[in-house]
Every structure is written in structure tokens, then in C-alpha cells.
């Protein structure tokens, strides 16, 4: 069993699958899970959220990809896509951020959480892998998003969502708050989190959370299996001592318990 000491240890890496071969495709999502679960702590999963969709574009053998609300920073860059040899895409609300994205990645611009005006301009059923990077937190409906992620997957298809937990203590004090007094906050906390470098969106926190009855809702769409992958701890209170000590007491006895509700990220994974 892994010691406290491994759990915060940003830097492991875990050996993902890299391949079917004769194992189904189910199976082989399990154990690429059981992967991702050997390290919670949320450092791992912004490190090698990269990694984690390399391995499952190969995985899956995958042809076409979208990362919903890239922006005007897809994860990936030319040279990396020419290797990896996917036909990737990027999808945002905002035809401003695409504008913005280079010229290299196909652009689809419309609101994963609404639903869709006509079939022509949506590729659906023709998607491997879809995936997003916290962008979930801020849609209006996500269990419209899932339906369209589902439309947009072909049989077989897959989309990973890395997004916040509602329950965790800095998530909770953003949903509570304006709008206008926690963007301050943030950047104070981050100075980085602003309109030209990274901009702090709106959040709604819709169906941001770990329970079997979000995976139930999930899996009522038509999806063959949801899987949810916790990760624990942040950075939003370390410039505040006293705050600080005291969210860390109480995640690292979540953690050890297993109480997946406080958890403070989250892989979402869904297999159509």
C-alpha cells in the first residue's frame, strides 16, 4: 500500500498502457484507471495531463481528436501532432480565443452545453478521443455537454474532462462569492490569472463532482462505462498560513479515508 509520503509525491509517473493488443477495449480502460488512481496528488495530475492523452490517443488507436475549450492554447503543437498523427481539433465558445489559436489545429466554435443547431457543421459519430482541461466547471449545463460529447464520439470513442470538485474548500468559496471579489483574490494569489495571460472564466460548477450517482447520470446518456479518478491537495491557500495548515490537516485525512467528495480534482473518463 502507498505510504502518505507516496500519495503527495508529485513526481512518479506510473507505466500507462500504451496498446490493446487482444485485450477489449474496457478492459484495457480499467487498468489504464487502475494507472492513473496509483498517484492522487493533484501536482501528478497537472503534470502529466499531457501524457495521459498521449497514452489514450494511442490507446486508442485514435484518428481524430477535439480538445473542447482549447482556446487560443491547445495542449499540443505542430510537431508533437505530426508525430503522434492525429487530425486534431479545437472547439471554444469564443471565436475571439480560436482566432487566437495557430493556424495548425481545425476550429470549431460553438457551446459544448447547448444544444446544437443543424448536423452539417458538428462532426458527429467521427471523434476517437475528446478531452478537456479545466473547462468543465464553467459550462452552463453539463449534462447537455456529455450528450453532445456522446453525438460527437463514434462507437468506441472516448473523452476525459479534468476539472475541479465543488466540495473542495477553495471551489466552495469561489461558488459562494461574486465574481468580483474572487477574481481579485486570484490574482493576488496567482498574478499569472489574468485577461492576456490566463484569464479567470465564470464558474458554475455543474455536476462537478465524485459520487456513483454522477457516474449513474453519466451512464443514463448511453455511455458503456464512467469512471472518475480523485485527486487531492491544491495551491490556492498557501500564501495564507493559518488557512493553509488547516485545509492540508483535513484533505490529508480525506485522502487516507478515501472521502471522495472532498477530493479537489477530478479525471471524469467515458467510454461510448
Not at 501528478?44 to 480538445?67: D, G, H, P, V
Not at 486534431?88 to 476550429?107: C, F, G, M, Q, W
Not at 470538485?165 to 486570484?186: H, Q, R, W
Request: charged content about 25%.
Amino acid at each position: 500500500m502507498s505510504t502518505e509520503t507516496d500519495r503527495i509525491d508529485p513526481t512518479h509517473t506510473p507505466q500507462l498502457p500504451k496498446k490493446f493488443g487482444n485485450t477489449s477495449k474496457e478492459e484495457l480502460l480499467d487498468e489504464f484507471v487502475g494507472a492513473l488512481a496509483e498517484r492522487r496528488h493533484f501536482a501528478w495530475a497537472f503534470l502529466n495531463y499531457k501524457e495521459t492523452i498521449q497514452s489514450l490517443m494511442t490507446m486508442l488507436q485514435a484518428q481524430r481528436a477535439i480538445e473542447i475549450g482549447g482556446g487560443r492554447r491547445p495542449l499540443f503543437d505542430e510537431d508533437e501532432l505530426r508525430k503522434i498523427g492525429v487530425r486534431y481539433a479545437v472547439n471554444d465558445i469564443s471565436e475571439r480565443e480560436l482566432a487566437r489559436a495557430p493556424d495548425h489545429v481545425e476550429k470549431f466554435c460553438f457551446d459544448i452545453a447547448q444544444r446544437f443547431d443543424g448536423r452539417a457543421q458538428h462532426p458527429y459519430g467521427q471523434i476517437d478521443l475528446m478531452f478537456s482541461h479545466m473547462v468543465f466547471e464553467h459550462v452552463s449545463d453539463s449534462y447537455r455537454a456529455y450528450e453532445n460529447v456522446y453525438d460527437l464520439l463514434n462507437r468506441g470513442g472516448v473523452c476525459i474532462n479534468f476539472h475541479p470538485v465543488l466540495y473542495s474548500p477553495p471551489f466552495v468559496i469561489n461558488a459562494i462569492l461574486p465574481e468580483a471579489l474572487t477574481g481579485k483574490a486570484l490574482r493576488f494569489l496567482f498574478p499569472n490569472r489574468n485577461d492576456d495571460d490566463e484569464p479567470k472564466h465564470p464558474a458554475k460548477y455543474d455536476r462537478c463532482v465524485i459520487s456513483e450517482r454522477e457516474r449513474q447520470t453519466l451512464l443514463s446518456i448511453g455511455y458503456r462505462k464512467v469512471w472518475q479518478v480523485p485527486f487531492w491537495y491544491h495551491a490556492y491557500f498557501k500564501k495564507i498560513p493559518g488557512l493553509y495548515h488547516l485545509d492540508l490537516a483535513i484533505t490529508k485525512i480525506a485522502d487516507h479515508n478515501n472521502w471522495n467528495a472532498l477530493a479537489s480534482y477530478c479525471y471524469t473518463i467515458v467510454l461510448k
